[in-house]
């Protein structure tokens, strides 16, 4: 039952992930065969690399910030959205809208509002806050990202957070009303236990989407990695090694450390949360 | 029950081969260029050459119609274009497919790219290919572009330079008659602009590309001439840094983002000059405009920008000559101006410049001759790719400084380290 | 009460939402000009819908929905039906290194595309796939994602509905299409979905393992509108609002399978 899923991903991910481990080892700039052995190298370079650090600060603090904000968001739209109120299907089709908007129209829009002329700051105009410098303020780059993955995902947690909600029996909420249960108790004790399959599924999606940032970086700060490198992330640093440097060899490198990184953080959650023990 | 679910599993992966091998067999029209089988002598048998290109909208439209005609002129050779999005995924997509033995016939490329191709022994020297009488009438900014170690290696294509835009419209309304000429006027002229209009009289970036200009203009160079080193930690790579806070603090010039074009803020009339390249000239579609030559300091520099045509190695005999054929036609005098005439970017040959066919354009398209008249003081910028990186981190440093934070001697120690670095960086 | 609430919190998240999308689609009508103009305003002066018309007809979009829409279907219904093998596998049979096994699947989401991209590209390359349809389709005819969704929610079924098939002599197919997916329709409709959407905005992989336009799926052809000098943002605007509308039909309909109260009744 299993074969379909490992033949696929072995040809097109594992493959290509043990060649990526491979390569990590040499120097390579893809354009000829040739390959130069030099071992650990790429590796101590990378740690010794202030950008690298810089990206792995940025990047695990843009996680830490914006997997609890989506979540909870996420969770709220869900909740309001599983009330038999009218027009629900509207309010659902409208929240998913930017997560199927492909990121090169979105990309762009998200510029437009950031921008010192923009129209975020004209809005704050209207209401007598002075405009920012958004994107030129390495220290609102955190929150612009944050801002702008919200927007985008928020859809899809609502969605998954919702059909979630939806398989929890509604005898359950039927028998604690009839015990006279109120909806914070209802809650606390039914539905938040109940959720958390998909709690965990969506922590887990979204830590690894969360680290993985890179494409909203690229398209909101185009060539640069924000002001001060306050947007450089590790997927970033390792793009740009590859293609824009042409080192290959490095830039597998720092995927491999990346992907420890994921591996390890998404392996915690996992076991916290086989720890918690949902009753069915 | 074991028996039933590998029979299905028999069935789904059944089916699975059964569609792929249905979907190959639809999609018998394309393929890569290296499907000649080696090259049969015969120069009448057609040719298919692959073309990775990034000419979109009405770039790609002027360019198709042009290559039907030459389709038709050499019956023989087809020229499959495959345009490949901006110039960053151009690059990615040529990388992958030289990466995987299956190049194009020819490509567009940026110079920092051709570099590390041409090193790698991935591409085939145009002074093999194309005859001398091209070369040498070649406009020699070109030329010295797309050569390397003393030969020919690429062609020039889609080149252009940068030019004073200005909007007549706020000109009038300050009441200055002519553009400015020097750095010092244009200071002036963008804060009279500021002050009589209330428009921000010049718009820039606040870019590595931008203080490289100014640099160049200042009388400074990028790198020593063995590019080994930064060459800029002195007083023109100062002034350079000075004049753009001057500009800032002054408030004659308003900073435009880096990942905008400046020609949407003229064109929107935000400011009134800004310095951009040839090519812009047909988005300014709503300002009322004029162009001038750049200002000077020190001396004139003019950058030049633009992409050039490779043919790789691994492309047959017949459809490299087939190639050199179609890059030949392309920037002959005709259709170079052609080409020029109806996207903004400049003829690439001696003769084409010096025909009475450009002559009589640029009488009636004085803002289009401005563009030729500077390229005597052209230059090209650092062909490294590692300077690419170098560039983004000098963009923050810069981008800092005009914010206010550390000193133009600070910043430019930034700026070199950070270029020494680059260049020095093993591969 | 509780639905008072509801509505204000949903109206507030929709305008944050939709604020954007409404940007989008105001400059989509607009002038160029216009779109930089430092004084901002929302409606353009005049309403330009012909740059939709202009949009529409800058490259061969009916093709490029064709396309978007086969990758997407074929990619959808592989991923839904591997996955759903997959996901019962993990969560109904316990054999050793199963935990290792679904370990090894979550890395596989943890690999940035961008690194797998040059030796997926040689692997298609050396299968002379390129520019073909398989070589859009089948590295993603698994999705991990399916598999995780369906799997959790394979697990948290109770025991008794598998012992209880057991009993009725089901084979293993049978309980997994005839019991298991008709009650879990939320969860794979929702996996379908964004299968589906992520197949249809998928933009490097298409760019570069094609070479031939006939194949071109529908985000390639949004970059048509840029150049390196400029981008026609009106008509990339148009374009990507007729991008979204297929979605959003998609998403429309997928709603009225959202049931409410499922899975208990099975049992009773």
New interface residues.
């Given amino acids: ?6 033949l ?2 072995g ?7 043990v ?2 481990f491979i390569i990590s080892f040499f ?1 390579w ?4 065969p040739v390959k130069r052995f030099v071992g650990l190298q790429n590796y101590w370079q990378i740690f010794h690399d202030p950008l690298f650090l810089v990206a792995l600060r940025n990047t695990l603090f843009y996680a830490v910030c914006y997997v609890p904000v989506v979540l909870a ?1 996420g969770l ?2 869900a ?3 599983n ?3 009218r027009g ?2 509207g ?16 990309g ?6 950031f ?5 975020l700051n ?1 809005l704050l105009r209207y209401v007598g806050i002075p405009p920012q410098n958004w ?3 390495p220290h609102w780059t955190l929150f612009n990202i944050i801002v702008m993955g919200v ?1 985008q995902q ?3 947690v609502s ?2 957070y ?2 979630g909600l ?2 929890i ?3 359950y909420y039927e028998a604690a009303s009839v015990d006279g249960a109120r ?1 914070w108790h209802m809650f606390r004790h039914i539905t938040w236990p ?1 959720l958390t ?2 709690t ?2 969506l922590l ?2 979204t830590s ?1 989407n969360a ?2 940032i ?1 494409l909203q970086v690229y398209v ?6 924000g ?3 306050s947007a450089m992330t590790l ?1 970033y640093y ?11 060899g490095y ?2 490198a720092a ?1 491999y450390v ?2 420890f990184l ?2 390890i953080i ?2 915690i959650q ?1 076991l916290y949360s086989r720890r918690v023990n ?1 009753d ?1 | 029950m074991k028996r039933k679910s590998t029979w299905m599993l028999a069935v789904a992966l059944g089916a699975s081969v059964v569609s792929l091998v249905g979907c190959g067999s639809s999609q018998s029209t394309s393929n890569s260029g290296n499907n000649s089988t080696g090259g049969s002598g015969s120069s009448s048998s057609p040719v298919t050459i692959t073309f990775y290109e990034s000419m979109g909208g009405d770039l790609g439209k002027v360019l198709t119609s042009m290559t039907n005609e030459f389709e038709k002129q050499y019956p023989n050779i087809k020229v499959q274009f495959v345009y490949s999005g901006s110039y960053t995924t151009l690059q990615q997509k040529i990388t992958a497919a030289v990466a995987a033995g299956q190049p194009p016939t020819m490509a567009q490329v940026q110079e920092p790219w051709e570099t590390e191709y041409y090193q790698n022994g991935a591409l085939v020297p145009l002074q093999n290919l194309l005859p001398a009488s091209t070369i040498n009438d070649l406009i020699p900014i070109w030329k010295q572009d797309n050569s390397y170690d003393g030969k020919l290696i690429s062609a020039p294509f889609n080149k252009s330079d940068y030019v004073l835009y200005y909007n007549t419209t706020l000109f009038g309304k300050a009441g200055i008659k002519t553009p400015p000429t020097t750095w010092n006027q244009l200071l002036q002229d963008a804060q009279t602009i500021t002050q009589k209009t209330g428009t921000p009289g010049f718009g820039f970036q606040p870019n590595y590309y931008t203080f490289d200009m100014f640099l160049h203009q200042a009388g400074g160079t990028t790198l020593t001439a063995d590019e080994k080193q930064a060459a800029f930690n002195n007083a023109s790579g100062l002034n350079a840094l000075k004049f753009m806070q001057n500009l800032v603090k002054s408030k004659a010039g308003t900073i435009v983002s880096a990942n905008s074009y400046l020609s949407d803020g003229f064109n929107s009339g935000n400011y009134a000059m800004d310095l951009d390249t040839v090519a812009a000239l047909t988005y300014i579609t709503h300002a009322k405009f004029k162009i001038a030559p750049l200002p000077a300091d020190v001396q004139q520099a003019v950058p030049t920008t633009g992409t050039n045509l490779v043919v790789f190695s691994k492309a047959s005999t017949d459809e490299q000559k087939a190639a050199a054929t179609y890059i030949n036609w392309l920037i002959s005098d005709k259709n170079t101006i052609n080409w020029a005439e109806k996207t903004g970017y400049l003829p690439v040959t001696e003769s084409a410049l010096t025909s009475s066919a450009w002559k009589t354009f640029a009488q009636s398209h004085p803002n289009e001759a401005v563009g030729p008249s500077e390229l005597p003081n052209g230059y090209f910028d650092v062909r490294l790719a590692s300077m690419s990186s170098a560039s983004t981190e000098i963009t923050t440093f810069i981008g800092d400084f005009l914010n206010g934070q550390g000193t133009a001697q600070s910043t430019l120690t930034q700026c070199v380290n950070e270029v020494n670095k680059a260049v020095n960086s093993s591969n | 009460m509780r639905k008072l609430v509801s509505y204000i919190v949903l109206i507030i998240l929709c305008l944050f939402v939709l604020g954007p999308f409404i940007w989008m689609l105001a400059t989509s009508v607009k002038p160029s000009y216009e779109i930089f103009s430092t004084h901002l305003q929302l409606f353009p002066s005049h309403w330009m819908f012909s740059n939709y018309v202009k949009a529409w007809k800058s490259a061969p979009f009916g093709r490029y929905f064709l396309n978007s829409f086969i990758v997407a279907a074929t990619q959808t219904v592989f991923s839904l039906f591997f996955g759903s093998l997959a996901a019962f596998a993990f969560a109904r049979f316990r054999f050793p290194g199963r935990q290792l096994l679904f370990v090894l699947l979550l890395i596989t989401m943890m690999v940035p595309g961008e690194i797998l991209l040059i030796p997926n590209y040689i692997t298609i390359a050396r299968l002379h796939w390129l520019s073909t349809y398989q070589a859009l389709i089948v590295p993603w005819l698994v999705s991990v994602f399916t598999i995780f969704l369906m799997r959790q929610y394979f697990i948290s079924l109770p025991q008794e509905l598998f012992e209880a098939a057991d009993l009725d002599g089901c084979s293993i197919m049978r309980v997994l299409f005839r019991i298991l997916l008709p009650l879990t329709r939320p969860i794979w409709i929702t996996a379908g979905l964004i299968s589906f959407t992520a197949s249809w905005n998928g933009f490097l992989w298409v760019l570069v393992v094609t070479n031939n336009p006939n194949i071109y799926t529908l985000p390639v052809g949004l970059i048509n509108f840029s150049t390196d000098v400029g981008t026609a943002y009106n008509q990339l605007m148009a374009a990507t609002a007729f991008s979204v509308v297929p979605l959003i039909i998609l998403f429309l309909l997928g709603q009225r399978y959202f049931i409410q109260g499922i899975a208990r009744s099975g049992l009773r």
């Avoid at chain 1, 700039?29 to 000829?32: I, Q």
């Avoid at chain 1, 309010?91 to 979105?106: D, E, H, K, M, Q």
């Fill in positions: 039952m299993l074969v379909p899923t490992f696929v991903t040809v097109f991910v594992f493959y290509p992930i060649n990526s120097n700039n893809m354009l000829s968001l709220i739209a909740l309001a959205l009330q038999r109120i629900s299907a309010f659902r089709t409208i929240l998913i809208v930017p997560y199927v908007t492909s990121i090169a129209g979105s762009v829009i998200w510029q437009w509002i921008e010192p002329n923009g129209v004209a994107l030129n303020d927007w928020l859809g899809y969605i998954i919702l059909s939806q398989a029996s509604k005898e909806s109940l399959p998909s965990y599924f887990i999606l690894i680290l993985g890179f909101l700060y185009g060539q640069s990695a002001p001060n490198n997927v390792m793009y740009m090694n590859g293609f824009s440097n042409y080192r290959m830039a597998s995927a990346f992907f994921v591996l998404t392996l996992l949902y069915s």
